[in-house]
């Protein structure tokens, strides 16, 4: 369980970067009452991960979207409300404190907390887009035509198969999402990572970028120790506030206040506040 010091050391951390960046899971949603994938009551405890590829998509729209449905009762079946670790975050940005927010989320509560730019890495499950045309509607209209019989749902401009506007296994991230997320990652000098796994990549190669920025060993010209491999300069400062440790945990992070993200970020704000003089 992580300390009062900890929270003193990250609130120090935040202070004195100038360009940070915070990486969100689903564990951050955890005190919405919105359900992790990984957790012991997670979302792969009642559904196979396997069953949302892209491939077992267009093999049977029909179908998928039948899971998929229920699936969508279980993320968007509770009225979207931030919670005070999403409301944390929407506050630091105010004080000029977070650049940004790359979520692998979506419930689009980073957005209802109040933060302006937030990167959607896996898309968001509140929208269905056309596979053919690329239209994008609200999720609304697809839960009505299914429940109209209509499965799978068409889109209304050109009849095309709509998909849930979320990234499935096999399919790449947006190339806006993506291309925005690198360049915050290489020039961010803090990112704070909260509430994931980092078992799904590419997003869990984010915070390896941000700490090993520039810092690629130059070892072209000799034999040298690995600790004595000259780097060029110091990568990014990686904060995790998380439940349990990760596989970053004492490989990339610097390291990890371990507990609830709804308890931990609003005392952190407090101790920002309170040394910005606020
Ligand atoms: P996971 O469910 O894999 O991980 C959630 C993490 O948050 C776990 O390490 C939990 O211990 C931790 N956690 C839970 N509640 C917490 C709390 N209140 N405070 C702090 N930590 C908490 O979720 P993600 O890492 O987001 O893909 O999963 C990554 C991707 O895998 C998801 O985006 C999803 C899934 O397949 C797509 O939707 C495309």
């Known amino acids: 369980m992580y300390t009062e010091e900890e929270i003193k050391k990250a609130a120090r951390d935040i202070v004195s970067a100038e360009k940070i960046v915070a990486l969100t899971g689903a564990g951050i949603s955890t005190e919405s009452g919105i359900p992790d994938f990984r957790g012991t009551d997670g979302i792969w405890t009642k559904f196979d991960p396997d069953d949302f590829t892209y491939s077992k998509f267009i093999k049977n729209p029909a179908n998928y979207w039948k899971m998929s449905l229920e699936l969508g009762k279980l993320l968007l079946s509770v009225e979207p409300k931030p919670n005070p670790a999403h409301l944390a975050l929407a506050k630091l940005e105010k004080l000029g404190k977070l650049r940004c927010i790359i979520t692998q989320n979506v419930d689009g509560l980073h957005q209802l907390a109040g933060n302006t730019d937030v990167i959607e890495f896996h898309g968001n499950l509140r929208r269905v887009v056309c596979i053919v045309c690329?239209?994008?509607?609200?999720?609304?209209?697809?839960?009505?035509?299914?429940?109209?019989?209509?499965?799978?749902?068409?889109?209304?401009?050109?009849?095309?198969?709509?998909?849930?506007?979320?990234?499935?296994?096999?399919?790449?991230?947006?190339?806006?999402?993506?291309?925005?997320?690198?360049?915050?990652?290489?020039?961010?000098?803090?990112?704070?990572?909260?509430?994931?796994?980092?078992?799904?990549?590419?997003?869990?190669?984010?915070?390896?970028?941000?700490?090993?920025?520039?810092?690629?060993?130059?070892?072209?010209?000799?034999?040298?120790?690995?600790?004595?491999?000259?780097?060029?300069?110091?990568?990014?400062?990686?904060?995790?506030?998380?439940?349990?440790?990760?596989?970053?945990?004492?490989?990339?992070?610097?390291?990890?206040?371990?507990g609830k993200a709804g308890e931990i970020l609003p005392k952190i704000l407090r101790e920002v506040e309170r040394l910005l003089g606020l």
């Open 134 to 258: 690329g239209e994008r509607f609200p999720y609304d209209l697809a839960i009505r035509k299914a429940s109209d019989g209509e499965l799978p749902p068409r889109c209304e401009k050109c009849n095309g198969i709509l998909k849930p506007d979320a990234v499935l296994f096999e399919e790449p991230i947006p190339k806006y999402a993506l291309d925005r997320s690198l360049e915050e990652a290489r020039n961010c000098d803090l990112m704070i990572v909260i509430g994931t796994s980092a078992v799904v990549y590419p997003a869990a190669e984010l915070p390896r970028i941000a700490k090993e920025r520039d810092g690629y060993r130059m070892s072209l010209f000799g034999l040298y120790p690995a600790d004595r491999v000259m780097t060029h300069k110091k990568g990014a400062k990686v904060i995790e506030i998380n439940a349990e440790p990760t596989p970053l945990t004492g490989v990339v992070s610097d390291y990890l206040i371990e």
